[in-house]
């Protein structure tokens, strides 16, 4: 199996950004941690970060035909992004949403995601822990 780890804008700043709300763990930290839970579960993984929205979308339009998954956690973009929901609902794969910080405990615009209206699964809240309950999750329901 082959999942596709697509981190949006300024999650390369863990371990400097807000860290009272992120934490203190650097993105590094964050690539190694889901490398290593994907070794565990015998899969493969790459793992994409962007600030950019438009290679977010190329990035996602590239796992058609080449992934099984994808975990994405699309940062700011989660809030605003169409264009992130239209790809990934054009590429069809088995997706989970992942955020390190809990979303509906903080503003109010970070109450709604577009990309939630087509992940069959959403994990927030649980820090590094989501992803890899995200990638447990996408191997034990493919078939
Ligand atoms: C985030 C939550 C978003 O609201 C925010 O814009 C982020 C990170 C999270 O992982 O908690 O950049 O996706």
Redesign the pocket.
Known sequence: MKIMVIN????NMLGIREPD??GKSTYADLENFVTECCAQQGVECSIFQSNSEGDIVTQIQSCYGTYDAIVI????Y??TSVAILDALKAVALPTVE??????SQ?EEF?HFSYVSLYACKVI??KGFDGYKEAIEYLVSTNN
């Open positions: 949006g804008p300024n999650l709300v992120y956690n699309p940062a700011a989660t809030h992942v955020h390190l910080s809990e979303v903080r970070r927030t809240g």
